[in-house]
């Protein structure tokens, strides 16, 4: 892989690190500001917020920057909204704060997706991508449990510190390590937008935000399932969450060369097996052996569907695909917020703490009937092409390029 690809790893390593770090560091930002737990939790709902209207807005505004100076600017504004948290004197300082440091996170991956797609062969390019959300899910194992303890003991303040400053280090690693692309042809924002609207991106949009739902319906609620159900103490829930993070890791690197291979049914299987998983997590959780190994595993095939719909978006708006690229990071902060809401629901309804993992299961089966149906609508649009190229290449004396031509347009 090339190193421009561990410069991107590096920055997504610290968005990854200030987007769920927030969760761990509530209680100590409610004390310090002097509001309540739930009051505080909006800062969580802030960033992702932010995220969902940056990545498009920022993406059309974007348009015509070539995409190495795009990448310069979203890294600069995410680490100007961490200095601003780290220095917020109030609540709503922070809150804005937040927001800011969300904005420039959809733009990025999506961009960055683009770039890394650019820098490989063909038949790479899913391992590419891949390779830069490793820096997202290592933040979980390392990042995350590393910047709760050091607010625990310094302050949430030195936190947001130390983010900004990982944010230079991926500054200078993307000035350094990522080339100058070629210029390509301009695509206007009406361009992208109209790629947006293609029936398959939509399709692959609402697959994210139902299918990746399921997962934080449960992860949301994992810290509670684990010390309410399974009986695990409040210090072991930081572990509990790096091993979903190795998880997470593990599913990125299988989900590259399959995606690669066969996108399509990767997607079909990894959402399966989501489904499974959560059904068998609402019995695992009762057990201190099965637990942790089903924190693995829901991390595993919960993240194995991030590559796959990235390249499914991208493939669907290869014409213009840096605006579908980034929406599909609000899709799946849509889910993060539907999910976590929903979970909510199910336990206010006195179903039970392990309540989320079944309602996690009937998302993931609801986002792979939508993937399903959109592979069935492809392949039936992909035959009518065949259908109506087939008979102009016997009038034009063509010949097997046609079938080619029509299986890599599917």
Do not use: C
Not at 85 to 91: H, K, N, R, V
């Amino acid at each position: 892989m090339p190193l421009a690809i561990l410069a991107l790893a590096v920055s997504a390593f610290g968005i990854g690190t200030t987007e769920f770090v927030m969760m761990g560091l509530l209680p100590n930002v409610a004390g310090d500001l002097g509001t309540s737990v739930p009051t505080a939790g909006y800062l969580v709902s802030a960033y992702a917020l932010g995220v969902v209207v940056g990545a498009p807005l920022l993406t059309a505004l974007g348009s015509r920057v070539p995409r190495k100076r795009m990448l310069l600017l979203l890294m600069g504004l995410f680490t100007v909204g961490n200095l601003a948290s780290a220095f917020a004197p109030g609540y709503w300082t922070l809150l804005g704060g937040r927001f800011l440091s969300g904005l420039p996170h959809g733009a990025f991956f999506g961009v960055g997706a683009v770039v890394a797609s650019r820098l490989v062969a063909e038949e790479r390019r899913a391992r590419a991508v891949a390779a830069m959300f490793l820096g997202l899910t290592v933040a979980n194992i390392v990042g995350v449990p590393a910047a709760t303890a050091l607010g625990q003991h310094l302050g949430w303040r030195a936190t947001f510190v130390v983010v900004s400053a990982v944010g230079l280090v991926g500054l200078a690693s993307l000035a350094l390590l990522v080339p100058r692309l070629p210029v390509e042809e301009h695509v206007g924002v009406g361009q992208e937008i109209r790629a947006l609207r293609e029936p398959q991106v939509v399709l692959g949009l609402l697959t994210a935000v139902f299918g990746f739902a399921g997962v934080f319906a449960v992860y949301s609620y994992l810290a509670s399932m684990m010390t309410e159900v399974t009986g695990f103490a409040d210090s072991s829930v930081t572990l509990l969450l790096a091993l979903f993070g190795i998880g997470m890791t593990l599913g990125a690197l299988a989900a590259g060369p399959l995606t690669d291979r066969a996108l399509r049914p990767t997607l079909y299987g990894s959402l399966a097996a989501l489904a499974v998983v959560l059904v068998g997590f609402h019995f695992a959780a009762h057990s201190r052996i099965a637990a942790p190994i089903a924190v693995v595993v829901l991390g595993g095939v919960g993240f194995m569907t991030t590559t796959p719909l990235q390249m499914l978006v991208m493939n669907k708006a290869r014409h213009a695909p840096t605006i579908a690229s980034a929406s599909n990071h609000s899709a799946f902060n849509l889910a993060n917020a539907g999910g976590a809401w929903l979970g909510g629901v199910a336990i206010s309804a006195g179903w039970g703490w392990t309540s989320p993992t079944l309602v996690g299961a009937v998302l993931a089966v609801a986002g792979l009937g939508i993937a399903v149906t959109a592979g069935l609508l492809d392949r039936r649009a992909g035959a009518a092409a065949y259908s109506t190229s087939s008979a102009s290449s016997v009038v034009a004396g063509g010949g097997p390029r046609v079938r080619q031509d029509v299986q890599e347009h599917a």
